[in-house]
């Protein structure tokens, strides 16, 4: 029994979906006919519900992925293979807090929010109008609209919010915003940012260069799905790309002073200096042992 106010998705025999919040007593109009609500709640979650054409249809629980990709939208939305990455990254989980600016149709903010829980918050700034109500719409849409806080502001004027556990960026020009990211988050959050093209890459890399950040990284990920037959295995004809460039820094707060360099240790009279011949001649690189 599906209770109401939960979120179902409908599939048709051809593959079409409907993604609803079920009401008592309410109804879905298909192609393929009339579906009452009430019948999708007695069936369950799994099982086929018919119009009233006779037209079966399957009832599921829906997925992150299914709500990201259900999206109303009027821009481009993150792909769900950044996002899953990207939540890693940033440390998105229970209780975190965690501003965003772009919140666009708010199909990453959805995912942000869904990881957070009712303990943590969504803290997301958008300067258009427009946007700022379509992202609201789609979050209410979902039920997640408690976890999240908008803001229809440009952040060109700085953040309003501090003690932010991760931040990420989807603006444009993000370089010119950073000097109000330390403001905004704790010391050591990890900072993200998506860019399309190579030259936006290069100027966000000089700006983190330059300010208090570290552990800088920059990726794509690409994703390339194969034929699901036994018989006929290999990869599908085309594939998700490129999308965007994701980049990543921890913010690390300045040190308040230079660190006093401590005394050598002193040991016993017995032990002999190493020399530069006693070394291995081939050091193993940076990051091979752990």
């Known amino acids: 029994m599906i209770e109401p106010g939960q979120l179902i998705l409908l599939i048709s025999h051809k593959g079409k979906r409907y993604l609803r919040k079920l009401e008592a007593g309410g109804e879905v109009h298909t192609h393929d006919g009339k579906l009452l ?15 009233h054409l006779g037209k079966a249809y399957l009832v599921l629980k829906p997925t992150l992925h299914d709500l990201i990709k259900g999206v109303k939208r009027q821009t481009q939305i993150m792909y769900p293979k950044e996002i899953g990455y990207l939540m890693m990254k940033l440390g998105i989980g229970p209780g975190s807090t965690v501003i ?29 109008a427009d946007f700022f109500k379509l992202a609201g719409k789609n979050l209410e849409r979902v039920g997640l609209s ?3 806080e908008q803001v229809n502001q440009n952040i060109e004027d700085g953040f309003l919010h501090s003690g ?24 050591g959050a990890m900072c993200g940012f998506l860019l399309p093209t190579v030259n936006q890459v290069s100027d966000l890399l000089r700006g983190l260069e330059d300010g208090p950040f570290a552990d800088l990284e920059v990726l794509e ?9 036994a018989d006929r295995l290999r990869p599908d004809d085309r594939m998700v790309a490129h999308t965007g460039f994701l980049v990543f820094a921890r913010y690390m ?37 752990f």
Not at 38 to 49: L, P, R, S, T
Not at 175 to 184: G, R
Not at 272 to 281: G, R, V
């Open 37 to 51: 609500m009430d019948d999708i709640a007695e069936v369950g979650f799994g099982q086929y519900v018919q119009t």
């Open 253 to 289: 707060e300045p040190p308040a002073g230079k660190p006093r360099p401590e005394a050598a240790a002193e040991g016993p009279d017995d032990v002999p200096a190493i020399e530069a011949e006693d070394l291995p001649d081939d050091p193993a690189p940076d990051g091979d042992e």
């Open 164 to 187: 932010a556990d991760a931040l990420f960026l989807d603006v444009r020009t993000p370089w010119e915003y950073l000097h109000s990211i330390p403001s905004a988050v704790i010391p």
């Open 100 to 128: 965003e600016s772009g919140t666009g149709s708010g199909g990453l903010t959805t995912a942000l929010a869904w990881f957070v829980g009712d303990t943590g918050k969504v803290i997301t700034y958008e300067r258009r």
């Open 146 to 148: 408690h976890r999240v």
């Open 221 to 229: 990920i690409l994703v390339r799905r194969w034929k699901p037959v």
